[in-house]
């Protein structure tokens, strides 16, 4: 496995990645990944034996973006670094490639930002990325309501130093 910063050669792979992940990510398009990828405080793709396994993408604060997560942790903290989305290839999970994100995530902005910050589906329930986040020291500060009511999300963060 190989962890290394994002090029634009990997977007057409982090879109349909990103899409086929849908409910646990949210659908986008060409510019939107695009657009995200550029705004990043850090982009990381994953690759096993060369090929394309899973991407991440954190976000600084400050910045404009819609998100409603984004939003929420923007109004409630002035000093964070979002991780907006991580994905993984199906035909290479359960190889510690979601751990491995958040390893680089967080020796990377330890020291620069006080907290990293995501959420998680409860509705519908993600209990496995629920488990995840705990174990590694994620703690809930919120709830909300996206997709028009039609999920719930857990706001969670980990300190960093």
């Not at 409603?68 to 999970?93: E, K, M, Q, T």
């Amino acid at each position: 496995m190989n962890i290394r910063e994002t090029i634009a050669e990997d977007l057409p792979a982090a879109l349909a990645l990103n899409n086929g992940s849908i409910p646990a990510l949210n659908e986008l398009d060409a510019a939107e990944i695009e657009r995200l990828f550029g705004m990043a405080a850090v982009a990381l793709t994953a690759e096993v034996d060369g090929a394309f396994a899973g991407f991440c993408i954190t976000v600084p604060p400050g910045v404009d973006y819609a998100s409603l997560n984004y939003g929420w942790f923007s109004r409630n903290y002035d000093d964070f670094v979002y991780l907006d989305r991580i994905a993984v290839d199906p035909a290479y999970r359960r190889l510690g490639i979601g751990r491995a994100f958040y390893e680089h995530v967080v020796d990377r902005f330890t020291g620069v930002f006080p907290r990293l910050l995501c959420e998680v589906n409860v509705r519908p329930r993600n209990e496995a990325s629920l488990l995840f986040h705990h174990s590694i020291g994620f703690r809930e500060v919120g709830q909300q309501d996206t997709d028009g009511g039609n999920k719930t999300v857990s706001l969670l963060a980990l300190p960093l130093g």
